[in-house]
């Protein structure tokens, strides 16, 4: 490729072709400059939902709006080149009918720019997601743990174990049939997602799942070891910068009580005298 050759961003045929090839890598972003940083090495960048939680200090995603995901994912777009981004149909703008998701979700796409939604739900969303993809709409689906519907699920639990296994393996048939392009398993047992991925024609995406899957997702909050209200065990930090940015603050505080900031070199010196306006 020339110097000057811009590289063309990914769609959802590009990454639906890595099925079973070389680990789809993901995460989330919510502003510009993270999405800068993560261009060159994400496949795909999603507008998460979980926004509400890690910058908005919300108690779980259900607060989410419209608003927030366009803002955000306007942000995002701005930094992104290569990478596709997908954006997420925040609770209630999608789970009432077809047509209510297609509004939505259009909405989402003309207004930022996304490449593809994502939602979240099974064989209760194959529907709508049919409807969605036969109107141009490439959608992301999103079974295991779906954090929009923690109130029936009962909180934060890994899915799919023991007996509630053939329920999860019939929600990701199900969205594959209808035409999601690849599909996020959360927070379900190693040997089911392996399970899933072999028999599924489309990427798995793990968050949570196994190895095994064709590519992964994390929270770039938690990751980067911003967000520090509580750690999921499928979390690894990758670093520690929400304990670099406190001590940086305390530092900054400390200095500036001390009178030690700002420097000489922080300053700008006065006119010379000869030079001063009359
Ligand atoms: O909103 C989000 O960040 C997500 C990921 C956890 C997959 O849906």
Known sequence: MSATAKKRALMPEDIRARKGGEPIVSLTAYTTPMAQMMDAHCDFVLVGD?????LHGLPSTLGVTMEMMILHGQAVARGLDSAMMVIDMPFGSYEESPQQA?????RLMAETGAGAVKLEGGREMAQTIQFLVARGIPVVAHVG???QSINTLGGYKVQGRGEEGSG?????????EAGAFCVVLEKVPEGLA????????????????SAGCDGQILVLDDMLGLFTAFKAKFVKRFANLGEQAEEAIADYARAVKAREFPGPEHVFADLAPQNKPS
């Open 168 to 176: 999860l393996i019939a929600d990701a048939r199900a969205v594959a």
């Open 102 to 106: 297609f509004r939505s979700a259009a």
């Open 50 to 54: 979980s926004v509400g939680m890690v």
């Open 145 to 147: 743990l779906t954090p």
């Open 194 to 209: 392996n399970q899933v991925t072999e028999e599924l024609p489309i990427p798995t995406i793990g968050i949570g799942a």
